[in-house]
T-cell receptor, first 114, second 115 residues
């Protein structure tokens, strides 16, 4: 089955710096790559996702890059703010194509120091 | 609030008791997922429904777990004879599958503590 590895497990940055989190996956058929943010005691919230063979997608300070050949994708947060502090999870579909259950990475705890 | 809702938000029970959780998905969503999340880990898939049909169950879902979505709207997850290892956050997510595209939106979860 699909396997997802996420690194690093913890990341501490100064406010205003950039943060990068990387995930690798095993199933080359995967074609949908979401990122979720989970604040303490709250639900996971989708912050950005990428589909198909698009190599990069941006939404304000957040971007996701995808390298299908190498089977990895990364979350980039620029100009980090204290409210970015949370646990971030990558995920890939565990079923065929873009649908069905999600297999999540182990999570990255991001701390943004003011 | 038109998002996914779950009830109760917290449940404390004694080992051996049965518990039932409810999930109300976003109204137009045809798929509903249950995940379990333990401290420091990502959500782990348990089972999912498309309308009222249960399409897949994880091997994590032992015989003590049962889920239903009788009318294709809300769903219930029941755990019989609870064990301390069942203590976790139980998350529900819903989605609207359109062709080969689907985005899952999560509810706030039910935190279960088995004493």
């Amino acid at each position: 089955g699909e396997n997802v590895e996420q690194h690093p497990s913890t990341l501490s940055v100064q406010e205003g710096d950039s943060a990068v989190i990387k995930c690798t996956y095993s199933d080359s058929a995967s074609n949908y790559f979401p990122w979720y943010k989970q604040e303490l005691g709250k639900r996971p919230q989708l912050i950005i996702d990428i589909r198909s063979n698009v190599g990069e997608k941006k939404d304000q300070r957040i971007a996701v890059t995808l390298n299908k050949t190498a089977k990895h994708f990364s979350l980039h947060i620029t100009e980090t703010q204290p409210e970015d502090s949370a646990v971030y999870f990558c995920a890939v579909p565990g079923g065929s194509g873009n649908t069905g259950k999600l297999i999540f990475g182990q999570g990255t705890t991001l701390q943004v120091k003011p | 609030d038109t998002g996914v809702s779950q009830d109760p938000r917290h449940k404390i029970t004694k080992r051996g008791q049965n518990v039932t959780f409810r999930c109300d998905p976003i109204s137009e969503h045809n798929r509903l997922y249950w995940y379990r999340q333990t401290l420091g880990q990502g959500p782990e898939f348990l089972t999912y429904f498309q309308n009222e049909a249960q399409l897949e169950k994880s091997r994590l879902l032992s015989d003590r777990f049962s889920a239903e979505r009788p009318k294709g709207s809300f769903s219930t997850l029941e755990i019989q004879r609870t064990e301390q290892g069942d203590s976790a956050m139980y998350l529900c997510a819903s989605s609207q599958r359109q062709g080969y595209q689907e985005t899952q939106y999560f509810g706030p979860g039910t935190r279960l503590l088995v004493l």
